[in-house]
Nanobody, 124 residues
């Protein structure tokens, strides 16, 4: 069982930066690939990024490539999402998710555990 708690969301202006954190419980955090998804208002949940167990491989949606960076600290059971050059279209509830695989997936259904989400609002 893994419990995930996101933090770091807020209201920022376009062009600003924000760092989200996702703290995980459990001793097997390093066995899970970790993803970030987001759900804009009135839209379906969408893939943002994924990082492998060791942190050596990361994958990004085209919409955030070059602006967002995922990282993890297995000693702290935490995964991070650094978001730079934020745009109004990045406004969404951001969720972290865990799956017991190093293979990235853009499909929410294959993830085993989810956090409660944190709101990010980017004003123009």
């Amino acid at each position: 069982q893994v419990q995930l708690v996101e933090s770091g969301g807020g209201l920022v202006q376009a062009g600003d930066s924000l760092r989200l954190s996702c703290a995980a419980s459990g001793r097997t955090f390093s066995s899970y690939g970790m993803g970030w998804f987001r759900q804009p208002p009135g839209k379906e949940r969408e893939f943002v990024t994924f990082i492998s167990w060791s942190g050596s491989n990361a994958y990004y949606a085209d919409s955030v490539k070059g602006r967002f960076t995922i990282s993890r600290d297995n000693a702290k059971n935490t995964v991070y999402l650094q978001m730079n050059s934020l745009k109004p279209e990045d406004t969404a509830v951001y969720y972290c998710a865990a799956r017991k695989s190093a293979i990235p997936s853009t499909v929410p259904a294959v993830y085993d555990y989810w956090g409660q989400g944190t709101q990010v609002t980017v004003s123009s």
